[in-house]
């Protein structure tokens, strides 16, 4: 996958928010239970679990991952402070998981050329493409718990609106 496919991601998460609350405020969403929501949580930390590395799969390791992928998509860098920050963990705890990352070919570790002091962070092309193929199939669950009630009927054999806002996901899954 290529940056183009992080940036569809961060665009349509933006769509999916703002679809979302137009269209609580016409109160043409179906809202999930509570005991559904709570239920897709759980199977949110457990699909995690199918991209991170079995050592890995920590709230800590996580957090680094996706200051990482964040930092990608966006067009920055990222260095140990902001993972640390971004963690509320301690230096030491954040610096064994980052090297944990390291050795398994997750996060690639380079000094800055504008400053030797401080030690860049970047996830590989492989964490990218296996936390976008997570990040897709995510948001089309969660667009499943909210989809709009309109969608069910003749409104989505029109190809407008949020049907057609969402139709990247169908796209990324295509061979």
Known sequence: MSGGTGHKLAVAAQLLESVAQDLLMKSEVRLPKRDAVM??????LNTRREVLPAA???????VIMAELYLAHVEGRNSCVKHVQL?????????????????????VIRT????DK????????EAAIERIEAWAY?????????????????PAR???????????FLDEARAP
Request: proline share 4%; with cysteine.
């Open 39 to 44: 239920r897709d949580e759980l199977h949110a």
């Open 56 to 62: 890995m799969q920590t709230p800590i390791a996580w």
């Open 86 to 106: 971004a963690c509320e963990a301690p230096e030491t705890t954040v610096l064994r998981y980052l090297n944990l990352l390291v050795d398994d070919g997750w």
């Open 111 to 114: 000094a800055s050329k504008s």
């Open 117 to 124: 002091r401080v030690v860049e962070l970047e996830a590989t």
């Open 137 to 153: 199939r995510r948001a089309g669950e969660i667009y499943s718990l909210i989809r709009p009630v309109h969608l069910d009927g």
């Open 157 to 167: 054999s029109k190809g407008g609106g949020l049907a057609n806002a969402f139709s």
